[in-house]
């Protein structure tokens, strides 16, 4: 089992930054890879932004060039660097892991991008 736990989340005005952060625990050895989805109110949960093992990333086509995740092994947490918000990205945001072909999920945290 791995527990993940978001924060970081909040209210900004379009334009503004926010960091998300997850932390991981439980049974952390194996976790394949890491990532951010979001899911707006009335719509589908969809990808933002993915970290493997090695590094490689992964973006939503609409958040390439704003969003940067990042991971740090040691604190087993992964960010997710927001910038240039518009208020199209609001959403909650769920923190995800997949560990030996199972996907873990946190509880969410709300990102609300509005003036």
């Known amino acids: 089992q791995v527990q993940l736990v978001e924060s970081g989340g909040g209210l900004v005005q379009p334009g503004g930054s926010l960091r998300l952060s997850c932390v991981a625990s439980?049974?952390?050895?194996?976790?394949?890879?890491m990532g951010w989805y979001r899911q707006a109110p009335g719509k589908e949960r969809e990808l933002v932004a993915t970290?493997?093992?090695?590094?490689?990333?992964n973006y939503l086509d609409s958040v390439k060039g704003r969003f940067t995740i990042s991971r740090d092994n040691a604190k087993k947490t992964v960010y997710l660097q927001m910038s240039s918000l518009k208020p199209e990205d609001t959403a909650v945001y769920f923190c995800?892991?997949?560990?030996?072909?199972?996907?873990?999920w946190g509880q969410g945290t709300q990102v609300t991008v509005s003036s």
């Open positions: 995800s892991a997949v560990r030996i072909g199972s996907r873990y």
């Open positions: 439980g049974s952390n050895m194996w976790i394949n890879s």
């Open positions: 970290i493997n093992n090695g590094g490689s990333t």
